[in-house]
């Protein structure tokens, strides 16, 4: 069983479980501060970490490369079936940080349509790598029935807005761009905003849209 750390209140009538990027694990410093920014408004956060990440802390795996999708897709239906199943009862959002997204992304129509997870939410979407615009990680987005919001900054590496203006996506999927961020939404000094604000923008965004999906019940 995969290990979680939570924040926020455990009677929080919503889940958010979120996964790390491929760099970085499930604590770290962005990932603590939107966990413990969604904890601030009343919501549940669930984090984990992939067999790679979990062996990178233990100091048995090295700074080997991501597990194959395979197992990074098992591993999140496994997270789901824990916090969704007969024992943890909950309404979730799943998804997570640039990979950690990607990975929910595939696995959630799975889990929406017959189980517990009610929405989708990926901060800072890797739809191609950085430089590499022709290798596109967009097929599966047409079709996603989901409910999915995707917070990208507009100078994102991995797609910019004018990139996405260019994709076909689901009309399951909402875009909220966060002004001058790069992949982590940090923007220019010249833009005038802070990587703080937003954060404290996908932060609130993120919350906002859960929410809603409980509005729908």
């Not at 995969?2 to 009538?13: K, Q, S, V």
């Not at 601030?40 to 990178?56: D, H, I, N, Q, T």
């Not at 916090?83 to 990607?102: A, T």
Request: positive net charge; charged residues 25%.
């Amino acid at each position: 069983m995969t290990d979680l750390l939570f924040d926020g209140p455990a009677d929080a009538p919503l889940t958010i479980a979120l996964a790390h990027g491929a760099g970085a694990p499930m604590d770290s410093g962005f990932m603590n501060v939107v966990a413990r920014g969604l904890a601030a408004r009343g919501l549940r956060v669930a984090r984990f970490e992939f067999p790679y990440m979990a062996k990178r802390r233990s100091g048995s795996g090295g700074r080997g490369a991501p597990d194959r999708p395979p197992v990074l897709e098992a591993t999140w239906l496994d997270v789901i079936a824990t916090l969704g199943g007969p024992e943890g009862g909950r309404d979730l959002v799943i998804g997570g940080k640039s990979m950690g997204g990607r990975i929910a992304s595939h696995v959630a129509d799975r889990a929406h349509l017959n189980g517990p997870v009610r929405g989708l939410v990926c901060m800072g979407y890797p739809f191609h790598p950085p430089g590499q615009p022709e290798k596109l990680r967009t097929a599966h987005l047409a079709d996603l029935r989901t409910p999915t919001l995707i917070l990208q900054g507009t100078r994102d590496d991995f797609g910019n807005r004018d990139d996405v203006a260019g994709y076909a996506l689901s009309p399951a999927i909402r875009v909220h761009w966060l002004e001058g961020g790069d992949h982590s939404f940090k923007p220019l000094k010249a833009s005038g905003r802070t990587e703080r604000q937003n954060v404290e923008e996908a932060i609130a965004a993120t919350a906002d849209f859960a929410l809603s999906l409980l509005a729908r019940r």
